[in-house]
């Protein structure tokens, strides 16, 4: 089983940052790893997925302000948020796969662990 622990979500004015992290137990090797987002009455949306080898994918709507990393030997993935917009507001879920054809933004949102959220509000 897999366990998925978020942090660093929070409260900011539009143009600041955030860093989420994502750590990652369990006896699943994870190739896939990543964020989506989650608005009341939207559909979830894919933010940004990473691969084992550290092949990165992005939403056209955060390419250039956010930047996915990972820290293998901490099974941690990281999610920097940069020129953060009203828009960006939502619930962020951290999620993982032993498949490595979720590593894509599109599909990183089906992957089959997921986290328990944390809440990002961009707000004036």
């Known amino acids: 089983q897999v366990q998925l622990v978020e942090s660093g979500g929070g409260s900011v004015q539009p143009g600041g940052s955030l860093n989420l992290s994502c750590a990652a137990s369990g006896d699943t090797q994870l190739d896939s790893m990543g964020w989506f987002r989650q608005v009341l009455g939207k559909a979830r949306e894919g933010i940004a997925a990473?691969?084992?080898?550290?092949?990165?994918s992005y939403a056209d709507s955060v390419k250039g302000r956010f930047t996915i990393s990972k820290d293998s030997a901490k099974n941690t993935v990281y999610l920097q948020m940069n020129s953060l917009k009203p828009e960006d507001t939502g619930m962020y879920y951290c999620?993982?796969?032993?498949?490595?054809?979720?590593?894509?933004?599109?599909?990183?949102?089906?992957?089959?662990?997921w986290g328990q959220g944390t809440q990002v509000t961009v707000s004036s």
């Open positions: 990473i691969d084992s080898d550290g092949s990165t």
């Open positions: 999620a993982a796969d032993s498949m490595r054809a979720f590593a894509v933004v599109t599909m990183i949102k089906f992957a089959n662990f």
